[in-house]
């Protein structure tokens, strides 16, 4: 998403600071977060669970109270660390739990937390082989087959190792899962090749974002090879790729590999791999809330490479930054609506670099002021994580995308909790970083959802 990194710009931090107080958790108590949560079954291998604390159970009629935090932070203005008190409320069934229209959203506790079944208990409705020995030999046909099938329940489509060389498109209400029958996901891949400018060829685009009329080039998201809008949308033990060498040009060269846009969607044991813009999470308008849920998965890239205005959740993942184009650039750029309390979060995962990496010189992140919402833009926590020592461990924050807007931790929503790795906070706290030191004895809260700033304009 956007450009590459550009410095300078004027500070356009937004909201107030209020004192700190307690959290507000899904209308619980004495500000205890909610918890559990039921799934649902044809979206996404829900697993149970009760109603969250202090709501009414979905069984019985009621509806339960929307989640909300507010985020209290200790650590330095460069460095915002969650308190104890704030991270309970950032959560994975707090981060799922709720989806619909921005102010009138619909609690439903989604937890698809503890993963979807093993391939081998799935019953195949559909086998693609590129030899001609299952019923299709393409994966995008028998994705069309299926959602032509106008099937109610869940539709398995296995696919047998190969590289298929296709974009794809899952669009519809038939709730299909994708699949490879063997856990070592590099068996089955589909890639191509389109990016930001490349000419639009008619013949080669995803019917999921078709350039408009009156478009040359495809744009980023119209460069994706796969992109599901479909609700409880799932993927298991394959790898998705955007191929194009991106080294090869100077601009114009995002190039996607997924596009998330529907609800409940889950990913588990999936490889993403690209280099600027690999994945966009992202929902169908910035009124909207869409859920996507990426579990043992790996993604890679350089610039950007998870970004969009969706939420999702990564858990158990591996993220790593590709050194082979350039070294000094960014994992996540959130686009997040102003009004959304959640937007990214990556827990119980590592965050590396590859073996050509230096040390101290990528960024976790920066906030996207996409024009399309209401800036400023961008939701995230990372928690739980290791973090290896590439990351600017000072100050691994920096200026927000197309606005230029610097990091300023009373101005952006992106915060860290107990990390650790070399380049964690910990360490650096460790190591007498003084970068890392608490700037105060108090916490700082930041009400999540309060007033914007003016918007900016954005870059695509």
Partial sequence: MGGDLAAGGTSNAGGNVPAAGTIATGGTNGGTPAIG?????????????????????????????????????TGSPTRPLLTDASAACFTIQNYLAQAGTLGALVRDDWDPSGGLPAASTYAPSYTVAADGSGTHTTVQAAITEANGSGSKTRVFILVKP????????????????????????????????????????????????????????????????????????????????????????????????????????????????????????????????????????YIEGDTDFIFGRGTAVFDGCTITYVSGRKTDSTHISPSTEAANIFGLLIVNSKMVGDSGMPIGTAYLGRAWDDSSGTAPNGQAVIRNTEIAGHIKIAAPWTSAATSNRPFSASGNRLYEYQNTGVGSASAALDGGGSADAPAAEDARAITEGGQPDAGASADR
């Fill in 162 to 297: 190969g590289t298929y060389r296709e974009l794809v498109c899952v669009k519809g209400s038939v709730p299909i899962t994708l699949y490879g029958a063997d856990t070592d996901a590099t068996k089955v891949t589909i890639a191509f090749d389109n990016y930001n400018a490349k000419p639009v060829d008619p013949a080669k685009t995803n019917a999921c974002s078709v350039p408009s009329a009156a478009a040359t080039s495809y744009g980023t998201g119209g460069s994706s090879t796969f992109f599901s809008s479909s609700p409880g949308f799932q993927a298991q033990n394959l790898t998705i790729a955007n191929d194009f060498a991106e080294g090869s040009l100077t601009s114009g060269i995002q190039a996607v590999a997924l596009t998330v846009q529907g609800d409940q969607q889950v990913f588990q044991n999936v490889r993403l791999i690209g280099n600027q813009d690999t994945l966009q999470v992202k929902s169908s308008s910035t009124s909207l809330v869409a859920r996507s849920y990426f579990k043992d998965s």
């Fill in 37 to 73: 949560g039921t799934g649902n079954a044809a979206a996404g291998g829900a697993n149970g669970g009760t109603p969250a604390t202090g709501g009414t159970s979905i069984a019985d009629g009621g509806t339960p109270p929307a989640a909300t935090c507010a985020a209290a932070y």
